[in-house]
């Protein structure tokens, strides 16, 4: 099992089809925090992928923080997978 | 068929998604210069996720990955030479040692990744005194050199003068590195005309380009694709004289001349060469013959 050791962040406000996600060490869990200008329509989907994103690293502790502002599947994939890996690193 | 080549900024998903709809024949994903170091790791990730799911089948895809005298360019290759882009561009190239190095990494990953060996193109982007000197050499190091790019802001920054719309700086190295790019049999590219908001400007920069030999031009800017486009297709007065060139040749053949003439006009060679390089052009992008007037 994989752990978060340290808080990290990627992804740019300033840009649509982009989203910003931090991570840092949990309190014993998955914890998030979702907010997405597309919600309604897709929300369940991308929490289904931030999840999915989780497993795929072990990580089942950790505090996450989406803010998205219409990220398609791969971008917010490659979102998840770059701030798991910031936050892993020593 | 390859005119316009357009830089995308690899950390913008936005700009990469839509990178297919720009209008230009060749696009490079940029991991260099338009991406932070901080950000090389998280681009990198999005330009793979991306390249694996967009549909980019209508055009042309490079990736400029970054330089051998950076951490980054071993990771780069890794994420990216797996997904078979037709292209890779390495900076700052000097010398045939520096392609060594990129062939022999790419050589690798092809073999791991299961490609064809040499499947993946090489386009060296020369933007230092010596990489000017030694293009030539640069362009005859690998099969995998298919073109060379000139990159005139950093080569200018390297003569230690001032970069300017006029280009007189770069005129040396333009005609250079198109001499040596013919010599060797590669494609070469013009630099960025860089004042994006400048709509004129560019039409006389690529016209220019075009003048000195360049098969194409590069872009920052989306604003300039159409232009670069143009200057960069035969114009229908060009193909309508190609076509009358193979007929008149044609025709001289049938009645056993040894030589043909065209209004007036000798065809020799070199003018026979280049009319069907047009006509061979005229096709790939569906440039007809105009209607004859009898006709």
């Known amino acids: 099992m994989s752990k978060i050791i340290r808080a990290a962040s990627v992804g740019n406000e300033k840009q649509n089809a982009d989203c910003v996600i931090t991570i840092e060490p949990g309190n014993g869990g998955i914890e998030l925090d979702f907010t997405s200008t597309v919600e ?31 990220a398609i599947d791969p971008v917010l994939r490659a979102r998840m997978e770059a701030v798991i890996k910031r936050g892993m690193e020593g | ?91 700052k190239i000097e010398s045939p040692a520096d392609v060594e190095v990129f062939d022999k990494a790419i050589s690798e990953i092809e073999e791991k990744s299961g490609l064809e060996k040499g499947s993946i193109g090489l386009v060296p982007l020369i933007e230092t005194a ?9 362009a005859t190091a690998s099969p995998r050199v298919k073109a060379m790019l000139l990159g005139g802001e950093d080569y200018t920054a390297n003569l230690q003068c001032k970069r300017t719309k006029e280009g007189n700086e770069i005129d040396y190295a333009r005609k250079r590195i198109v001499n040596a790019a013919r010599a060797a049999g590669v494609e070469i590219y013009d630099t960025p005309f860089t004042d994006a908001h400048d709509d004129f400007g560019i039409i006389d920069d ?45 025709e001289g053949k049938e009645k056993g001349l040894g030589v043909v003439a065209l209004r007036g006009k000798m065809i020799d060679k070199p003018v026979e060469i280049r009319a069907l390089q ?13 209607p004859k007037e009898d006709d």
């Not at chain 2, 720009?22 to 901080?38: Q, R, Y």
């Not at chain 2, 010596?130 to 640069?138: F, M």
Request: aromatic share 8%; glycine share 4%.
């Open chain 1, 40 to 70: 309604i329509q897709y929300g369940d989907a991308m929490k289904e992928a931030i999840f999915d994103e989780l497993s795929k690293y072990g990580i089942t502790d950790a505090k996450l923080t989406v803010v998205d502002r219409g």
């Open chain 2, 278 to 290: 047009t006509i061979a052009i005229a096709k790939e992008l569906g440039i007809e013959r105009s």
């Open chain 2, 130 to 138: 010596k990489g000017i000197e030694n293009s030539y050499l640069v």
């Open chain 2, 206 to 250: 690529a016209a220019y380009a075009k003048s000195l030999g360049f098969t194409g031009k590069s872009a920052i800017s989306p604003r300039h694709v159409d232009a670069i486009n143009e200057a960069f297709s035969p114009s229908q007065a060009d193909v309508d004289y190609a076509y009358d060139v193979r007929d008149a040749l044609a």
């Open chain 2, 1 to 91: 068929m390859r005119r316009s080549m357009l830089f995308i900024p690899a950390a913008n998903p936005k700009q990469v998604m839509f990178a297919a709809t720009m209008g230009a024949d060749t696009i490079i994903f940029d991991l260099e210069d338009a991406v932070s170091p901080m950000e090389k790791d998280s681009a990198r990730i999005l330009l793979r996720n991306l390249l694996k799911t967009m549909d980019y089948s209508k055009i042309e895809i490079c990736v400029r990955v970054n330089s051998l005298d950076s951490p980054f360019w071993q990771e780069d290759l890794e994420e990216i030479v797996p997904l078979a882009p037709g292209l890779i561009m390495t900076p």
